[in-house]
């Protein structure tokens, strides 16, 4: 099988992923791992119990979680149905497509997730945690197909949801202009809890009010000055000196718990007008941070420090914003 990566689009504010996959397999059989619950309980992420018709109700249920949490099915609706053509379905508020045609002796499968565009599960920058696990499903079907068993050890996931970030543009920041200066900003999307990310950034060196930050939460591009607000696994926030010692603007870390798992991070960097040289090396130094501590936190430690890559970034963000 073709292992194409997923594109994305944003069509009316949601994103689209698109996945074009080709199987050796005849339609029908493909039609049958796609549609019948028994067949995609080998490859899809939850169980579905739902009438083959269209306009019928959907119970997507998950087998394998925590039978303590409230919450272990969601519902949708069959919107199309053409046997051996095309079989989809709502899932909360996205809609899955999937597309079969015919292609010599095999088939060609297109499959869209139209993610809900708002929340932490369908908005932009959970596009990558999303692809990446449909990804994984996907080489699931084709190993079903084949009659093998596909391994999912390993740091697979990881992998792929650093290359979608990076395919997506998610890493990147963005700024914004006001009248006493810029904000630097970056969000990004973990699938572990905010007190993990936060062990991962402090080390074992737990922030105190009006002392310097932990290291982990800087870089070695502009001088940290002291905390000035904190809220454990939830908020931190310091000050950054200029080129005078005196404090020149905040950098904040914002952790909040997010649907269905893990945390949404937010970093803001201010910055004052008169230093716009400034905004280029901290939208780098920022990104390579993030994507240092994206790669820690799954079990891949980046030492020494990046500087080709933040240099590589500063120039790409320097030349973009002249």
């Known amino acids: 099988m073709d ?3 997923a594109t994305m689009q944003i069509t009316d504010g ?4 698109r ?4 199987f050796a397999h005849p339609r029908q059989t493909v039609w049958r791992a796609i549609t019948d619950p028994a067949e995609m309980r080998h490859w899809f992420p939850a169980v579905l119990h739902a009438e083959q018709r269209v306009g019928a109700p959907i119970r997507f249920v998950f087998e394998d979680a925590d039978p303590d949490e409230e919450a272990l099915h969601e519902d949708g609706e069959i919107l199309e149905l053409d046997p051996l053509k095309v079989f989809s379905f709502s899932w909360d508020d996205s809609v899955l497509r999937f597309e079969l045609l015919p292609d010599g002796p095999g088939c060609r499968l297109v499959f869209t997730h139209a993610l809900g565009g708002s929340g932490t599960w369908g ?11 449909w990804h994984g499903c996907l080489r699931a079907l084709d190993a079903r197909l084949d009659g093998r068993t596909e391994s999912f050890e390993g740091t697979w996931w990881f992998a ?11 890493a990147e920041g963005t700024v914004t202009e006001g009248g006493d200066g810029y904000v630097v900003r970056f969000e990004r999307d973990f699938v572990q809890s905010p007190e993990e990310v936060w062990g991962f950034l402090t080390e074992g060196d737990e922030p105190a009010l009006g002392q310097a930050p932990p290291i982990t939460f800087t870089h070695g591009y502009q001088t940290p000055g002291t905390v000035t607000a904190l809220e454990p ?27 269905p ?23 780098a130094a920022g990104q390579v941070l993030l994507e240092v501590l994206f790669a820690a936190v799954h079990g891949d430690v980046r030492c020494p420090w990046p500087e080709e890559r933040t240099e590589e970034l500063r120039r790409g963000y320097a030349a973009r914003l002249a």
């Open 3 to 5: 292992e194409a990566p």
């Open 14 to 17: 949601r994103p689209v992923l």
């Open 19 to 22: 996945f074009e996959r080709r």
């Open 123 to 133: 908005d932009r920058a959970s596009a990558a945690r999303q692809a990446a696990g």
């Open 160 to 170: 792929l949801a650093e290359q979608y970030i990076e395919d997506f543009g998610l």
């Open 233 to 259: 696994a939830r908020v931190l926030e310091y000050t950054w000196l200029g080129g005078d010692g005196a404090p020149a603007g905040r950098v904040r870390y914002d952790l909040a718990v997010q649907d």
């Open 261 to 283: 798992i893990g945390c949404r991070m937010v970093v803001t960097q201010t910055v004052p007008a008169d230093a716009a040289d400034v905004v280029p090396v901290a939208l």
